[in-house]
């Protein structure tokens, strides 16, 4: 059984996130989202509710798309390459939005393969979300503007709740 995992803060998921896990695991036996603390981020929501919300995205998705129900969620206590290792993961896949995520990531690929062994495989993100970051949904939330059409149901509620904001329609 081959194992991968799709790692990243996630704070918050998006569709373009889900896109390229749903695509994983139509190509890999196993797939792990593994939810980390990224110390170059200064994260919104906390670890777990953010493991939370990506486990009741993929549980939606779900339902229309059995595959995704095989899919697991966990959250990375420390290095992703020890994590891989624990875990049994023979690669790590990341969805790439553009050039400037290449330039972001190749470093850590790199930096992954000389620690442990473990490649990184890049896919490419579907054009319908290459403009959609986690920091630009939180900085649209900020703001009040609307967000639904790109992250999962029960994101920005998450999101309106951590930043003390209302409920939409208070």
Known sequence: MT???CP?????ITLGHLDVVRRAATMFDDVVVGV?????KSGLLDLETRAGLVRAALASAAEAEPGLARVSVAVVPGLLVDFCREI???AVVKGLRGGGDFDAEQPMALMNRHLSGVETIFLPGDQRYAH???SLVKDIV???GPVDDLV???VTEALRAALGQPAAGS
């Open 3 to 5: 194992t991968v995992v």
């Open 8 to 12: 990243g803060s996630f704070d918050p």
């Open 36 to 40: 980390a603390k990224n110390p170059g």
């Open 88 to 90: 049994g993961a023979v």
């Open 132 to 134: 959609v970051a986690s």
């Open 142 to 144: 900020r703001h009040g």
């Open 152 to 154: 999962p149901a029960g």
